[in-house]
């Protein structure tokens, strides 16, 4: 299954970005042992919109029009349920199990995700209550495919 992600805004250079390209890396190079291919990280720039509901509306406008047929959609959004490692890497083994070809993991703009995409979501999750810094947000999924990665392949890297 092809996991890629999409992120409003750019990440620049600098210590955020070089651990988060880390983990990316890691993933890539374990995920295909479980049946998990990194299709890279989408970036689409920031809305200029009048409004949060306008900005939040053409973000989602630009993620909607790379979403093809049959693409499992999980939104990152403080609203979100919050999942252990251990389900995070149970649901994402069962939609490879059950033959999914594509899943786009969608981390939103500073105004969130629209609406419309978060009723179309598979999976709204969160990782917590707290508002995170979009660069932390890369990291913490970096390594969080990178765990799930070892979970699902039985590495000791994640330990309960």
């Known amino acids: 299954m092809k996991i890629t992600v999409h992120a409003v805004g750019r990440m620049k250079s600098g210590p955020e970005r070089e651990l988060a390209d880390r983990y990316f890396e890691r993933f890539a190079k374990s995920g295909p042992a479980v049946g998990l291919e990194f299709a890279g990280i989408v970036e689409t720039p920031e809305s200029r919109g009048q409004s949060a509901d ?14 093809q047929q049959g693409t499992v959609l999980f939104l990152l959004d403080e609203r979100g349920k919050a999942l252990s490692s251990e389900d995070l890497a ?7 199990d059950g033959g999914r070809k594509a899943l786009v993991i969608a981390i939103g703009g500073a105004d969130g995700h629209d609406k419309s995409l978060r ?21 913490m999924l970096g390594e969080q495919l990178y765990r799930v990665a070892t979970i699902l392949s039985g590495h000791p890297y994640h330990r309960s």
């Not at 306008?54 to 979403?67: A, F, H, N």
């Not at 149970?90 to 490879?96: A, D, E, K, N, P």
């Open 54 to 67: 306008d900005r939040r509306r053409e973000e989602g406008q630009k993620l909607q029009g790379q979403l």
């Open 90 to 96: 149970s649901r994402i083994g069962q939609l490879r």
């Open 119 to 139: 009723e179309q979501a598979d999976i709204v999750l969160s990782f917590g209550a707290l508002t995170w810094p979009h660069q932390l947000v890369r990291v």
